[in-house]
Nanobody
């Protein structure tokens, strides 16, 4: 089993920055892909960034060039640096992980989820 705990959310003005952290514990050696989803009010979950154990990254078009996903030195922490935040980035952000090495956007294929952290961007 793997446990994921997010932190770093909060309230920020448009144009500002936040960094989210996701700390993984448990059987982390089994994890090959970690990602960040978000769910805005009234919308479906959206995969915004993934990173593999080899360091390969992918981003949704909506955040490309503004958000950066990275791993800590210990490899069991994943970060999401969010710059140039917009009001439409307001959402609950979730960390997710899966054991398969195949990157997918399908939420149900991620076995492990954090509890979520709220990000609110004011205009």
């Amino acid at each position: 089993q793997v446990q994921l705990v997010e932190s770093g959310g909060g309230l920020v003005q448009a144009g500002g920055s936040l960094r989210l952290s996701c700390a993984a514990s448990g059987s982390t050696v089994s994890i090959n892909v970690m990602g960040w989803y978000r769910r805005a009010p009234g919308k479906q979950r959206e995969l915004i960034a993934t990173i593999t154990t080899s360091g390969s990254t992918n981003y949704a078009n909506s955040v490309k060039g503004r958000f950066t996903i990275s791993r800590g030195n210990a490899k069991n922490t994943v970060y999401l640096q969010m710059n140039s935040l917009k009001p439409e980035d307001t959402a609950v952000y979730y960390c997710a992980a899966r054991e398969s090495a195949i990157v997918t956007t399908i939420p149900n294929l991620y076995a492990y989820w954090g509890q979520g952290t709220q990000v609110t961007v004011s205009s």
